[in-house]
């Protein structure tokens, strides 16, 4: 019996990667799964595997930055299982690698649809199945260029450090409606998409790829221990989908209850790639047997973006 015995979730960017990790790994856990993604044949061997493995799982293939798209996503997803409990807007193309001066209003535009309206758009139009369900789940796989930042991608951190603001938002929005909504930052995770980002880091600071993988390597912490995408589908899995309303308290006043029963779905995970081996951002030690060593700080910060063992409430 899996985790996710008689849940439906909906995967978005299911064509490959962290994408098509999650769409295998809900499989697995009794998930019945709809993939939703562009690439009409990626898509679809993602979904062959889903079933070959003995479990359910349909394709769907369209622009989830379009709300006709999404409606239909939706709608598809209702008439093959009856409900959606679970979502995870995973969606989002990396856009181009320019100076600021370069980034067209065309670049911004698509990065930012790519990524950040469609998880909007997919929220906006899932919420209300979940709140006919009972509750739900809702995982933003957002990264960690939106909480440290990347130079040349302004449109793609803007992107992502949007997911986490929309996270909070949403999660203080939805407690009420027993809907939980988490956000995952990944690091640098092996894959075509950070091949690009490197060659085209490279290619503006007029370097060779094989120098700029180098800096990176030695520039950035734990950057030679990317990770896999079957590493990231653990932290993402929605495990404790809400069964019913009165499995998360009600809270009873808007201003102080909301946002405590909130602070509770409300996190940002830290533990991808860069900061699971070494604690999140507020000096909690999360280090592994046989992970470097980390030291925190001498001050721990209070702030609501730490990993998900600390996130406090404002």
């Not at 919420?127 to 040349?152: F, T, W």
């Not at 075509?192 to 980002?197: A, E, Q, T």
């Not at 900061?275 to 721990?300: E, F, K, V, W």
């Amino acid at each position: 019996m899996g985790m996710l015995d008689g849940r439906v979730a909906i995967i978005t960017g299911a064509s490959k990667g962290i994408g098509r990790a999650l769409a295998l790994r809900f499989g697995r856990e009794g998930a019945r799964v709809i993939c939703a993604a562009r690439s009409a044949d990626l898509v679809k061997e993602t979904t062959a595997e889903v079933n070959k493995a003995g479990n359910r799982a349909i394709a769907f293939t369209g622009d989830l930055s379009r709300e006709d798209d999404v409606r239909r996503l939706v709608a598809a997803g209702l008439e093959a299982f009856g409900k959606i409990d679970a979502l995870v807007n995973n969606a989002g193309d990396g856009g181009p690698t320019k100076p600021v001066q370069d980034y067209t209003v065309e670049d911004w535009r698509y990065t930012i649809d790519s990524c950040l309206t469609s998880s909007y758009l997919c929220i906006r139009f899932v919420v209300p199945e979940m709140i006919k369900a009972g509750g739900g789940a809702i995982v933003n796989i957002s990264s960690g260029a939106g909480r440290r930042g990347l130079p040349y991608r302004i449109g793609y951190c803007s992107a992502k450090a949007g997911q986490v603001g929309m996270t909070y938002g949403m999660a203080l929005e939805l407690a009420p409606h027993n809907i939980r909504v988490n956000c995952v930052a990944p690091g640098a995770v092996e894959g075509d998409r950070i091949d690009r980002v490197i060659a085209g880091q490279a290619e503006v600071r007029g370097i060779p790829t094989p120098e700029e993988l180098e800096k990176l390597r030695t520039g950035v912490p734990l950057f030679g221990r990317r990770t896999l995408p079957a590493r990231v589908r653990v932290v993402a899995s929605p495990s404790r989908i809400p069964r019913s309303p009165s499995s998360c308290a009600r809270p009873t006043s808007p201003a102080g209850s909301t946002r405590r029963a909130a602070s509770a779905r409300a996190s940002i995970s830290c533990s991808a790639s860069r900061s699971s081996d070494r604690g999140c951002r507020n000096g909690r030690a999360t280090t592994r047997p046989g992970a470097l060593p980390y030291t925190p700080p001498s001050t721990p910060r209070r702030s609501t973006t730490g990993c998900r063992a600390c996130a406090t409430s404002r």
